[in-house]
């Protein structure tokens, strides 16, 4: 299958540059490189691109061997991913991936192929599928072995260097709900690996900004240039954090966040250490993932478990959903979006737990933001949110404000100080608000006044009866129900002891109570 088309995909040395592979010393990444532009389908040019460069990937033998399982297609690019095929059995996690732009030119490959010189024979098997299932069974803890077997696959296991030819084994349990992958060496029964499915959240490690770059270095100068341009964090904007809740299967999806809507590539690391800086492809997965996370957490502590729980199920995001310097959550999809353009909005968490705040709206209240003034509320709760979840990770200078990263610019064009997207401490009442004005900025009047309402209730009293004032709302509301809806929150929950001071604050707001 060599000839011309091929040689012009041909990688030179000293033209690409790679990351170099732990067990099988070919790269697992071949990167910073683009072939000539290229006229023929995706598959036909990575299939091309991989036989032209078989002895860097280390596949001289095995390139027959290689099916495509997936082709992605993303805004600006093709992803083709290969499993690797041996003996007739698919390599457990052994694929190559090509990725190629809009012109048919490669830019990228990953590499998780077994090399052939480190394959072993024929597949050799001794114990046969009945043998297996019984053994597969007999290895879970009791209660779990009545457990139906769904699907049993024949497969190569990598343990190390080595390549187990190997039974899978997949067993449901209905109630509880429990799903068992058991791996077992088809020459002996030995159990290489088995793991719960569905239960046993595991936990991992990432790097995040938490909140964000300019409140961990405590000043917005230190991180622009000469051209006054948001420049690269330095490694003190970081901190490490355990990510908790994890499914184990090496993806950022777990009990209470999943990225699996993520488009292009999503971040996979079987050992679950997602150490990543904000230039390397899948950090803003581990933030979104974190943080969504540490506030579902919260909204548990505040009481909202169980079977007052908001959210039934995973919170679904897609973190480089558009171009746009633009995030929303959607309703109809379920699901909350991220834009990379200029800063990477989840890059902020202040801006990813806005866009949540909306997802908690819609979860307690569906449809929330129908009429002006409920959309306006909606703006300025989501900021509220945001800005209480954070304020004691902020230097003071910091606390008033919120996304002072991704609004950074914004912030410095509007001449505020600190530069920010927008603040929670505006002096508006609602005599300000604007029907026809931006609900973004009408919303600042409501963020004001729930950030009013924590200054004299404290965090988590505050938090709670304004979450819990939600569940009485409708997506046609106002300011003047949703300050009632506070109010009997209040009652409900504290016996409305903060009363006098909540109509205080709403009536130097002009927020009326009807
Ligand atoms: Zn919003």
Known sequence: MTGKGSAALYLRRGRYKTVPGKYYRTPKEIWNFRTAARDDSPEGIAREFVVANAALFGLERGISELAVQRLIRSLGATHVIFRQIHDGYRVH??????????????????????????????????????ETVRRARRSLPKRDRLSDARETERLWFP???????????????????????????????????????????????GQVFDPNPVTALGDHALLLNE???????????????VLEGLDGGGTLSGDKVTTAPTRDMRVRKPDLQFSLRSHEHGFEEVMVYYHVDAALRYLEQLGYKGARAIFREPVKANVNGTRDDNSWYSPVERMLTFGTGDIDDAEDAETILHELGHAIQDAICPDFGQSREAAAMGEGFGDYFAASFFESKKPPRYRNSVMSWDGLLAG???????PCLRRVDSAHTYRNFRPRGDEHVNGQIWSATLWEVRAVLGRETADRIILESHFQLDGFTDFARGARAIVDADRNLEGGRHEPALKNIFRRRRIGLV
């Open 159 to 205: 343990r190390e260097k080595e390549l187990v030819p190997a039974w899978k084994v997949r067993l449901i349990r209905t109630s509880p709900r429990e799903e068992w992958i058991v791996y077992l060496d088809a020459r002996n029964g030995a159990i290489l690996n088995k793991y719960d499915n569905l239960a046993e959240a595991v936990r991992g490690r």
């Open 227 to 241: 051209k006054r341009k948001p420049r690269r964090p330095p490694p003190v904007a970081y901190r490490e954090v």
């Open 412 to 418: 410095l064009s509007g001449g505020g100080e600190p």
């Open 93 to 130: 996690r052994g694929y190559v991936t090509v990725h190629l732009d809009r012109a048919g030119r490669v830019y990228l490959s990953k590499n998780r192929s077994v090399p052939p010189h480190l394959l072993p024979g024929r597949f050799e098997q001794n114990i046969g599928r009945d």
